[in-house]
């Protein structure tokens, strides 16, 4: 089975991340938001220790592009380390945001959101 790991990057991009999580869902696809406040998280885990496995078992990275994006220190690590486990992203991109850690060269098209 495919599993999902989304990423976002400010209060717009958690917006978005949770409707495609909610979707994804919806349609029977496994997928995981990188949220503190996740779903996916059960109360009393640590939002680090939870990161990480989680995004080693994914097949699929979602990145959700906000302008925030660049700006989130724990999204640029995500995405790091997606790099370094050489991890599919597909991209969610909001009009012109530019995108941290060169991904725009890491596919050929996007899907965009208003």
Do not use: Q
């Not at 089975?1 to 349609?27: L, Q």
């Not at 109360?43 to 097949?59: C, H, M, Q, S, T």
Request: aromatic content about 10%; proline content about 5%; overall charge positive.
């Amino acid at each position: 089975m495919v599993r999902i790991f989304i990423i976002y990057g400010n209060k717009e991009g958690e917006r978005a991340g949770e409707k495609v999580n909610d979707y994804f869902k919806k349609n029977g696809l496994d997928s995981f938001l990188a949220a503190p406040k996740s779903p996916d998280i059960r109360i009393g885990e640590y939002f680090d220790k939870v990161i990480n496995p989680e995004l080693r078992e994914a097949n699929v990275v979602v990145v959700i592009g906000t302008p925030g994006l660049s700006y989130s220190r724990i999204a640029r690590g995500e995405i790091s380390l997606a790099k370094v486990l050489n991890k599919r992203f597909v991209p969610c991109v909001r009009g012109k945001t530019k995108l941290p850690l060169d991904l725009d060269k890491m596919w050929f098209g996007s899907s965009t959101f208003h």
